[in-house]
């Protein structure tokens, strides 16, 4: 049965953290916040890297809508390749989890992705995310529908050239069932290490 009886309280992350028991924002004392704040804070160290992980494990026995291969597969096949040509490992996670909102949000996946990740990661790959979505159009020479030269509106940026790479030789050029994919465990401790880091504040727009 989904949802809760009204007055059941779900449980606490830790046993020993108090409730802060308010209908309403409003009504929250300063002393209830620094509460919460301490609270969020452990709770966030102590499940945001499953979760996101959980995004990626959500699609594993996805069917694929026409590639030899489904979201998830390309996913590690990007890491993969990604580590295979010696990237720094906070960019092998971005290259991991770049489609982790694919198959809920297809239209939007790439700002999705870069709201995840951009505050544990740098400028240049959090921009990449962004717009690497607009950027793969370049290599869908024979669509109808799209436009290979949408990137130019970017030409000259900083982080252009790498978001081209990114998707010339990790986002397009990984779709095949030949290509090699590490099982996800192998990312696993990599994941949990990048959202250790301090999150720095994010500005985020197709810009």
């Known amino acids: ?37 301490r609270q969020r804070a452990r709770f966030v160290a102590a499940t945001q890297a499953e979760r996101a992980l959980g995004w990626l494990r959500a699609m594993a026995a996805s069917p694929s809508f026409g590639y030899e291969i489904n979201i998830f597969r390309h996913c590690l096949q990007t890491a993969t390749r990604m580590l ?30 870069a709201a995840l990740l951009g505050p544990h990661c740098s400028e240049a790959d959090g921009w990449m995310l962004a717009h690497h979505q607009i950027f793969q159009d370049f290599h869908c020479h024979h669509h109808p529908g799209l436009d290979p030269g949408a990137r130019e509106r970017w030409r000259g940026h900083p982080h252009f050239e790498w978001t081209a790479r990114f998707v010339a030789r990790y986002d397009q050029t990984t779709i095949s069932a030949a290509g090699e994919a590490l099982p996800l465990a192998a990312f696993e401790p990599m994941v949990a290490r990048f959202f250790a880091r301090p999150p720095r504040p994010l500005a985020l727009a197709l810009a």
């Open 1 to 37: 049965m989904d949802g809760a009886a009204g007055g059941e309280r779900d449980c606490l992350l830790d046993p020993a953290w108090s409730f802060v028991a308010r209908a309403d924002l409003d009504s929250i004392t300063a002393e209830e916040w620094a509460v919460l704040d």
């Open 84 to 113: 295979r040509d010696g990237l720094a490992e906070e960019t092998v996670v971005v290259g991991l989890l770049h489609d982790c909102a694919f198959e809920a949000a297809p239209a939007t996946h790439g700002l999705i992705a």
